[in-house]
């Protein structure tokens, strides 16, 4: 039996190579020696104000990315959250078995909802207790996330345990795979800041989709700091984040790149990195213009995707119903 992974991403804003390279360049990897589930998950996205059409579209756009980067709807399931019931019908069992503190406590919540002040839902709240529904019913060995999603994959681990402790072993503990490096790749225009796909600033991350001018002219403005050296030192967190982009684009060693450009400066250095970035996203856009050619073709694969997971996600649910005594 091969372990399972399951992972998911939000049809929200534009994808960025933050999400890319923290987790779906590692979805990609895994597909042949592991089994597969990725999500993606409107239900968490409408948790802040969306529009109705937009959504929609990004939905398919995210699809499409998920695919023309490399995920093969042959080795992976890939779905929309919404079209399996369970996973709302899940989250609220959780929630009756997640006190309030333990929500209180989620850094994401703290930080989204400070944006959004009195006007935040409860839905934004309760947004690790869907995530937990989404990963506990399908059993997951292994859920690749970025850094940001840890302590929601820890939280899913709690109530698993603790749902398993008063009715008997039910949910398997996932597992959250998060890498050494880029699990956390900043927002150029602010290297303090985690890049994400809500803010709002032109130059604060680049895109999937973005064009190579859009691309130049993003790292060229990135900040940096008023010394020349190109080195990986964590202590100067823009130049850091941008050699990590470096290095994980490339595939090559700190030394070699270090060595690369000993004597050179930022300009240099972030000329070669837009080039390098620009490359790397070529084939991902060039096989996306292609599947967006006929967009039905993406819409089979989600079904297809969602046939698949449905039946393991109906039967957990199920069992859970049965120990909790309802129905
Ligand atoms: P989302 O849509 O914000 O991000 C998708 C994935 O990209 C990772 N990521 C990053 N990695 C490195 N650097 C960054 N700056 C960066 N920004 C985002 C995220 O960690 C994530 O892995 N709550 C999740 C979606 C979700 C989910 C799940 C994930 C819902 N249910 C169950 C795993 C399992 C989210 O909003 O991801």
Known sequence: ???????????????????????????????????????IVDL????????????????????????????????????????????????????????????QRMTQFKEKSQKQKEQVSVGLFDYPALMAADILLYEADFVPVGEDQKQHVELTRDVAQRF?????????????????????????????????????????????????????S?????????????????????????????KLFTGRSRPDIEAQFKGKGYGDFKRELAEVIIEGLRPLQSRYRELMDDPTRIELWLAEGASKARSIAEKTLTIVKDKVGLG
């Open 44 to 103: 968490h996205a409408i948790t802040v104000p969306q529009e109705p059409k937009i959504l929609k579209s990004k939905i398919i756009e995210v699809a499409g990315l998920l695919f023309a980067a490399g995920i093969d709807p042959k080795l992976s399931a890939v779905f929309v959250q919404s079209h399996i019931s369970a996973h709302a019908e899940l989250a609220w069992i959780l929630n009756c078995f997640m006190p309030m503190g333990w929500m």
């Open 218 to 246: 993003k790292i060229m403005k990135a900040t940096t700091d008023s010394l020349r050296e190109v080195r990986f030192d964590e202590s100067r967190p823009g130049i850091y984040n941008l050699l990590v982009i470096y």
């Open 1 to 39: 039996m091969k372990k399972r992974v399951f992972s998911g991403i939000q049809p929200s804003g534009n994808i960025h190579i933050g999400n890319y390279l923290g987790a779906i360049r590692h979805w990609v990897a895994s597909q042949v020696e592991l089994e597969n589930i990725f999500c």
């Open 164 to 216: 398993n402790s008063i009715y008997g072993e039910t949910f398997k503990l996932p597992e959250p795979v998060i890498s050494e490096i880029g699990a956390r790749i900043m927002g150029l225009d602010d290297p303090t800041k985690k890049m994400s796909k809500s803010e709002k600033q032109l130059s604060h991350a680049i895109h999937l989709l973005d064009s190579p001018d859009a691309i130049r």
